[in-house]
């Protein structure tokens, strides 16, 4: 019973996992872009929403309704700002840019709302849980997380398939020059795949936020995590992260229930392991 309480409880875990790596996967998917600044992204979107609950009194589904068409806004922004001027000068440039942005967040937080760490309070949807059957309890935040990132994955993939402006995305991933020739504007269709990065990273962020404390240096932390679920799944693939996230958040808790020291090395080991042996992830793809 014990080994399978820790099983389900990877799941859950590796659903976030997955929630917050899609962003990331989009990225790169689409324009090969590593943004890393990703995880210091979730963390601004989790103190947006303390200041929109502490001030304004906001209830805390509203918060999320507004901070994630907000987070897709900057992120559309960004892209034909600064990203796209990376893109069109030297593909490092991109890493440089996003490793600036980076530092310039951690420091903007850290220096407006200092080192002390904080949470959201989302009261009973945290506590709460539900009962399987004798110890196996599944908290609700940990379902609602799974649940988000297999709906945010199949949306996408359906956008991505179904919609003018996906496929549109998925030739200008694939050939911006021809895609561009057709009638496709490929800075716009990076802007809108930048947008929905974002979203989903505000969307896993503020999860986060309420599963547990956070202060201005939490993001580098999590785009390892992030980074090792896109590898583990197969860079590009959605389908891929989201098992990649699934595994590595099953091996962190399986191996946390026998010696919970060594939970994240076991993380870590298997990102090395699939490196290793299988460098292209259990689903490999060129495109999202």
């Given amino acids: 019973m014990g080994v399978t309480n820790a099983v389900l409880q990877g799941l859950l875990l590796g659903g976030l996992y997955a929630l917050f790596a899609a962003g990331l996967s989009i990225m790169f998917g689409v ?172 969307l896993a962020g503020l999860i986060f936020a309420m599963r547990s404390a956070f202060d201005p240096s939490a993001g580098p932390q999590r785009l390892i995590v992030a980074f090792e679920a896109v590898v583990i799944g197969g860079l590009g693939s959605l389908w891929g992260t989201l098992l990649g996230g699934l595994a590595l958040g099953m091996t962190q808790s399986v191996v946390s229930f026998f010696d919970p020291g060594s939970a994240l090395l076991a993380g870590h080991l298997v990102f090395l392991a699939v490196l290793a042996f299988r460098p292209q992830g259990i689903i490999p793809a060129r495109t999202v």
């Fill in 31 to 202: 324009m090969r872009i590593v943004n890393l600044a990703h995880g210091d992204l979730s963390v601004v979107a989790a103190y947006i929403a303390v200041l929109l609950i502490g001030q304004n009194f906001l209830p805390l589904w509203l918060v999320v309704v507004l901070v994630i068409p907000i987070f897709a806004a900057i992120g559309y922004v960004l892209q034909r700002t600064v990203f796209q001027r990376s893109l069109s000068s030297d593909p490092l440039a991109t890493l440089l840019v996003t490793f600036g942005l980076s530092i310039v967040i951690q420091n903007v937080l850290l220096q407006t709302f200092s080192a002390d760490t904080r949470t959201i309070d989302a009261g009973s949807f945290v506590t709460g849980s539900l009962k399987l059957g004798g110890s196996i309890r599944l908290s609700w935040i940990g379902i609602v997380g799974l649940v988000a990132a297999v709906a945010c994955i199949v949306a996408i993939q359906v956008f991505f398939s179904r919609s003018r402006t996906g496929r549109m995305m998925r030739a200008a991933a694939d050939d911006p020059e021809t895609a561009s020739v057709v009638g496709a504007n490929p800075h716009h269709v990076y802007g809108v795949a930048t947008a929905i990065a974002f979203a989903t990273v505000a």
